[in-house]
């Protein structure tokens, strides 16, 4: 890859970190909301917690493996470093939806049955 390309590339990643901010803001919040109500609702807490922890994780793993490819991106051709990025989306995607399901089962688990 040119030097601009990649260094463009780069400049828009770092760029992208500040999107990300509010979700990682939120993540924390549901960490910190599980821990204060894991003795009132410790099944529910358990699967939030496990919620916010796989999509923080995921997140922070992600930015570590993109600028990790972006370094190596100068030695591969555009089109490897493009299915490269797309397996990291496609996982990506398979780990935000096992997260949104935790967070699913912690927002239903232990209700109680509606009276009739």
């Known amino acids: 890859m ?22 990682i803001i939120a993540w924390l919040a549901g960490i910190a909301l599980s821990v204060r109500y894991w003795r009132e609702r410790p099944r529910a807490a358990r699967f939030c917690l496990a919620s916010m922890g796989v999509m ?15 370094l190596w991106a100068e030695d591969m051709e555009a089109a490897r470093v493009s299915v490269v990025f797309s397996g990291i989306s496609a996982i990506g995607g398979l780990v935000h939806t096992l997260g949104f399901g935790l967070l699913l089962v912690a927002v239903f688990t232990g209700r109680e049955t509606a009276r009739e």
């Open 2 to 23: 040119s030097e601009s390309i990649l260094s463009h590339a780069l400049t828009m990643q770092v760029l992208g970190y500040i999107g990300l901010v509010p979700l």
């Open 56 to 70: 923080l994780a995921w997140t922070l793993l992600q930015q570590v493996l993109y600028f990790t490819v972006y």
